[in-house]
């Protein structure tokens, strides 16, 4: 199975795909798209639906999931960091595609049975970069979550 993760924060996106199990992930592709938040809100929009639309046409039939911040406290940031997750929903439905959103916390020893640090474990996983960071890990993390066994 092959998942794609996706992670926003302002100005970025972050995508990783990971193959294999839950047990045993694989790395196979870390990207980073950069974004105006400022422009018009329109053409943030067909921004993001023409990215992650480009994102996922890559990988066949991957499983879909993302990190839903939940930290917008401005209409501004709403705007760059949650209004792109409903395009990601809307993309994945064009495409017949499933989708699920995590937080940070549902990233839990339990859930993905590592120990120690949520971000450390994602150094453990098979062929990852040698330098990623924490944005990053969580778009791991989120594809990761959606492996199955």
Known sequence: MTAIGFN????AIWSCVLDGTRSAPE???????????????PELANYFK???GEIIDRVPSPRLAYRLTLNAKSADQVAYLC???GILNLVAHERGLTIDQFTTASFSK??????GDRFD???????RP???DRDAKLAALSAWMVLNG
């Open 110 to 115: 339990k859930a993905l049975g590592f120990t």
């Open 121 to 127: 474990a994602c150094d453990t996983i098979k062929g």
């Open 50 to 52: 023409q990215v992650l």
């Open 83 to 85: 209004f792109p997750f």
């Open 27 to 41: 790395f196979r592709d870390l990207g980073r798209q950069r974004f105006n938040p400022d422009q018009p809100r």
């Open 8 to 11: 926003i924060s302002k100005g």
């Open 130 to 132: 040698e330098n990623w």
